[in-house]
């Protein structure tokens, strides 16, 4: 009986398996049967070498009739081995051993034998082709060839080495063996003619696991078996090339590369049909490319095939932020802040990266020094990005959103472009980062994650950075700072070498930082000579003066991780290094007074070569009213002059009567002078709280930072004159210009404030106790001091002269009008005898009162001698505080 089938392999010159139709429960039936009357030569394999012409013969036979749909008889069975034995039929009719026997690959077999009628004229037929295939030299039957082959059954070379010589080469090479939808055994048709088989793993794929031959143990995993044989209907003992592209991680002749087949490429196909996944591992070092292979994959997703069947597509969200921005800082070597065109600062991770790891050794100042090293590749990452990204506009995309977890806080991770550059791949193709290897099906990652990995892989091939043998970097960088003796070795030649090149590693305050400079590898704290900037509060309890905090802000976007020029003059006696700062050539301390951000030092700036500059600035700063000269009126300043030249031979003398509203510290409050306005203003709440009270919050009303509103106090639950200091998701923190006192409210308890109720000026005048200071609340001491300030002032109206004014700060002496108005009864001094303050002289209102800084340091030398206070372990007014003449 005449049957059809398809050749699957072809096993010799005289043997093939045929394969029958698919069915639906599993694959289709196959059987092997070796052709009736003719033998082939063997072929070889791990433990023999090939008969003569065995391979040829084989290949004759695959190249005639494999993937092809034949007809075959079965003629016999021998019964010991059950091989199978009969008749096979090219499409076209012809007999595929009377083909072998004429082309000279097979001959007859002695004693063959047949069940057909027709025996002896097939018998005679095949005698006769041989005999004529004998005379004409073909095949085996050519004397001048010798039929062998030179082939490597197993890998014996260096992988490596065989790598390199043939990578990105395609080879010819037949598919002997097919293990799984993605895993190959390859015959190599090299170029020198030898032959080599090895295993071969498709780049960027991974396909479901089979069942392994002779291995009950193993299974098949879903859509395994079809995966396989999907493959071997289109490749097995097809003629394909293979291209290497590397060795596997398990090494021996293990590799992975690509097939290419005249019909497309065989991942990419395996992807399409949701039949395979791509792997991250190796689909970089597929030749065509990951972007085939993703989008193939994808196809597959979107069609739920096969073992995609199950897909649930991630929910695109729509609330996906794509932006322009600025960047204004760099965290680490994979942390950005950027701020947006809406002036909102935002914290960045780069997408998919990982910051080069720290490597052995210090990398923080030690115990006894303040200088830095670090080991590794972490400060060249910084430094990269410092330089293509600071104060520059890039793009970014976020990718998706880390949650809080395991202490650390919840991230943005984003890819960021600057000049058409990917940031994150720019920092691995260096070496300085690498990229994340996500869990499968992790859609969490990059959008351009692909050439991350494809950056990654170059740079581990040209050793670079993280991937060099070489040992790891060592930075070392001196603190300059560290102390005045230090400081003094450095500012010979700082001050010679004239402008020199820094970076702005920390702004303190608008005139105050700490840089960075690469020349000399040194990092020093630097001052700005000839201003002050308005002093920022370090908590948030600590008030900042007036426009302190703007100072620090603009100095921060304009210099903050910038590379400046500095000019250095001198150092004082901390080791602070004093001089000029510039940035794309403007004098920043001309920059912070042409703002009204800052005042003239009249020390430093007088010593100043910009000295003119300096004063220029702040001359149009007072004309113009900006920043702290807001309020400046000339004629104030005229008269002050005046006042200070007719009061120089004495005191100046201007009592005032007060009561302390607020206390801040033992010597920093808040004062309400006693004045007709103060009876307005009980008026002004009186009314205010019985307007409040009688109507319903207005929900379309919203605070802002700046205004002027009305707050409900949390202690007594009355209306106050309130300022909006902050805005946060803690509440609304308010200022009552009435009193001094600041606290954070829920929306709910703050209120617009009519404009009749904003015609009386704030109450609450800011102030210090002259020529003597306490400590703050959060330092030692600071609390009694508090306490003892509270003891003498509170619910009490006294009398106070007002020795100098700040700024809007009034520097006070002040009295208990119940006693004498002297010297010697004055709070000031009553906190020094207690050891609660310590004399701090100002240089500027000094003149004509040394009498009574005379007896405060009598007093205060005394309360060292009986250990009063803060002197209870002795003189502690050695520090820069207590001496320092900066004002």
Known sequence: MVNKATVKNVLSGDTVILRGKPRANGPPPERLLALSNVQAPRLGNTTRSDEPFGYAAREFLRKLVVGKEVSFVSDYTVPTTQREYGSLYLPNGDNVAELGVKAGWLKVREGGKTTREDQEEVLDKLELLQSE???????????????????????????????????????????????????????????????????????????????????????????????????????????VKVILEGVSQSGGQNFIGSVQHPAGNIAELLLSQGLAKCVDWSITMATCGPAPLRQAEKSAKEKKLRIWRDFVAKKVDTNATEFDAT??????????????????????????????????????????????????????????????????????????????????????????????????????????????????????????????????????????????????????????????????????????????????????????????????????????????????GRTPNDKSEPFGQEALDFVSQKCLQHDVEIEIENVDKIGSFVGSLFVNGENLAVALLSRGLATIHEYSADESH?????????????????????????????????????????????????????????????????????????????????????????????????????????????????????????????????FGNSETLSSSRVRSLPENFKQLKAQAHEATLSFVKSPEVNEDYGIEALERFRDLTGNKQLVANVDARDGNVLCLTIFDFRKSTSAEDSVNLDMVKDGQAYVTPKVRYARGNETILKTLQEAQEEAIKRRRGMFEYGDITGNEDVTSTHY
């Open 327 to 536: 960047v204004v800082r760099i965290v680490t070597g994979d942390t950005i802040i950027v701020k947006t065109k809406a002036g909102v600062e935002k914290k960045i991770q780069l997408a998919s990266v990982k910051q080069a790891p720290r490597g052995t050794g210090s990398t923080a100042p030690n115990s006894k020094s303040r200088d830095i090293k670090e080991v590794g590749y972490q400060f060249e990452a910084r430094e990269f990005l410092r330089k293509k990204l600071i104060g520059k506009p890039v793009h970014v995309t976020i990718d998706y959103h880390k949650p809080a977890q395991d202490g650390f806080e919840a991230k943005d991770c984003a890819t960021v472009i600057a000049s058409n550059h990917n940031i994150a791949e720019q920092l691995i193709v260096r070496g300085l980062a690498t990229a994340i290897r996500h869990r499968k099906d992790d859609d969490n990652r990059s959008h351009c994650y692909d050439q991350l990995l494809v950056a990654e892989r170059k740079a581990e091939e040209e050793k670079k950075g993280l991937h060099s043998p070489k040992e790891q970097p060592v930075v070392r960088i001196v603190d300059a700072s560290e102390n005045a003796a230090k400081s003094r070795q450095f500012l010979t030649f700082l001050k010679r070498s004239g402008k020199v090149h820094a970076v702005v590693d920390f702004v303190a305050n608008g005139s105050r930082m700490f840089v960075w400079v690469p020349k000399e590898n040194c990092r020093l704290t630097f001052v700005l000579s000839g201003v002050r900037a308005p002093r920022v």
């Open 133 to 239: 295939a004998q005379a004409a030299g073909l095949g085996m039957w050519d004397s001048s060839e010798k039929g062998t082959r030179e082939v490597s059954f197993s890998f014996e070379r260096d992988a490596q080495a065989f790598l390199n010589k043939y990578k990105g080469k395609p080879l010819d090479a037949v598919i002997e063996q097919v293990r799984d939808g993605a895993t190959f055994r390859v015959l190599l048709i090299l170029p020198d003619a030898t032959q080599q088989f090895i295993t071969l793993y498709l780049s960027g794929i991974k396909a479901p696991a089979c069942k392994r031959d002779n291995d009950d143990q193993s299974v098949s995993e879903p859509f395994g078996e079809e995966c396989k044989f999907f493959v071997e209907s289109r490749l097995l003992q097809r003629g």
């Open 610 to 738: 910009y000295v003119n500059q300096l004063y220029g600035a702040e001359r149009d700063a007072k004309t113009e009213k900006k920043g702290i000269w807001s309020t400046y009126k000339p004629e104030e300043e005229e008269e002050q002059v005046a006042q200070d030249q007719a009061s120089s031979a004495g005191p100046h003398r201007e009592y005032i009567d007060i009561v302390v509203s607020d206390i801040i510290s033992g010597s920093h409050f808040y004062v309400q002078k006693v004045t007709d306005e103060i009876a307005k203003l009980e008026t002004v709440m009186s009314e205010l709280g019985q307007y409040q009270n009688g109507r319903p919050a207005d929900p379309t009303f919203k605070a802002r930072v700046g205004e002027n509103v009305s707050a409900k106090f949390t202690e007594d639950d009355c209306w106050y004159r309130a300022r909006v200091k902050r805005i946060s998701h803690e509440g609304i923190e308010v200022f009552y210009i009435d």
